[in-house]
């Protein structure tokens, strides 16, 4: 509905009951925050078309579109690895150092210690109580009616472990250790959601997410293109959070899936990488995909989202699994404990976002009504630039013909 109107319930109260007895039309969710709208179903099938018709013609219906089912952006599983890894995704964009005099062969940043600034995932759940977690997941929320702090499917415990996994001495480490999170449910077990969770829990965020100290929104997840989804999406950045999303793993145009389509959004696009050096030396005997390429899952932008696209590590990144989901859904876990490696640009996703959070940690990013994109777009274009070995084929220094897959994204800024 147009974001102008005055008072959304006393318009709802004044048309919704004439087309129930006409249509038998089914209010199910109401949106009134920033982003205005409803959801209903007509109980008539056959008075369908004369609802939309009637609905459509009324001046503060802005749009009408189906509420469609939406995915996490997982490619594939892997379970493999030792009993104490950083992810080479985090050497790769130089989060950690080698260092090899260490024992483990890494170096990680120390964990933040302060709440200042908070990431909300907005995916599965996350097992708040899972022992490279702890301390971390400050809040959820559930827009499917499980709890948000369990995650029964474990892929938004993969994300945010990318994140902010403690760097404790076992199991993994986040790009950003101990970065706060919070959880915003918005797929159920079997790992589905639908326009409605979706738009709820942004509409949702814009409202209340800066209250919680929220800045950054990752949403590693996809669906089809949504009116509206990017203008929630919209009314969130408006609010002054970043958003950070997939860009998809269907090897095809972003354009046509949300919210990768959506405007003001930073698009991440996946990079293989085994090694976590840059050089393109690394790639194992059994892979396909080379190192240092683009992954031949990943979606790509074009000219036209060249300004909010950017690639992240989305090849086989190790990271938490809920405590309740080894096992399910004929997901493996490591055979030392609940961690996995996962593919995706789902995975790619929270390397880009844990940046974005250093960057309001750090004060430089500090916006309150609009995203800090530009901000983080420019740090990558110019590190890239500046050091021409450290991208990827299919970057723009070395591009692929009819796909823009952005630059790599560095972060080691702050």
Known sequence: MREDIPNL?????????????????EEVIRFDGLFK?????????????????ALLALPFIKAIEPDQLFYPELASV??????????TGIFRMQSAQYNRNANELAWVQPNVTNKEVVVAVLDTGIDAGHPDLVNNVVGGLS???????????????HVAGTISANNNGFGTSGAYPGTKVFALQVFNKLGTGSTSSIVSAIN??????????????????????????????????????????????????????????????????????????????????????????????SNWGSSATAARTIAGPGRLILSTWSRKACG???????????????????????????????????????????????????????????????????????????????????????
């Open 204 to 297: 949702w965020l814009a409202s209340n997410g800066r209250a919680s100290k929220i800045r950054v929104a990752n949403m590693s997840l996809g669906g089809p293109s949504s009116v509206a989804v990017c203008n929630a999406v919209y009314w969130a950045i408006k609010a002054g959070i970043t958003f950070v999303v997939a860009a998809g793993n269907q090897g095809r145009s972003m354009l046509g899936s949300s919210p990768a389509n959506c405007a003001d959004t930073l698009a991440v696009t996946s990079v293989s990488d085994y090694d976590g050096l840059p050089g393109g030396f690394g790639t194992p005997v059994n892979e396909t995909d080379l190192d240092d390429t683009y992954t031949d899952f």
């Open 328 to 414: 399910t859904y004929g997901m493996q876990c490591v055979s030392w404990g609940p961690w996995a490696f996962l593919s995706g640009t789902s995975m790619a996703a929270p390397h880009v976002a844990s940046v974005v959070a250093r960057c309001y940690r750090a004060g430089v990013c500090n916006s309150n009504n609009g995203t800090e994109l530009a901000r983080i777009m420019a740090l990558t274009r110019d590190f890239n630039l500046a050091n021409p070995g450290y991208g990827f084929l299919g970057d723009p220094s070395r591009p692929v013909s009819g796909k823009y897959f952005g630059y790599m994204v560095w972060g080691n800024r702050w």
């Open 143 to 157: 827009f499917v009616g499980e709890d948000p702090l369990e995650d029964l499917n474990g892929h938004g415990t």
């Open 78 to 87: 892997n379970s493999i690895g030792g009993k104490w890894e950083v992810p």
């Open 9 to 25: 319930n006393d318009i709802l109260e004044r048309i919704l009951p004439p087309l129930r007895n006409s249509s038998g039309l």
């Open 37 to 53: 709208g409803f959801t209903f179903r007509a109980r008539r099938k056959k008075a369908q078309p004369l609802l939309l018709q």
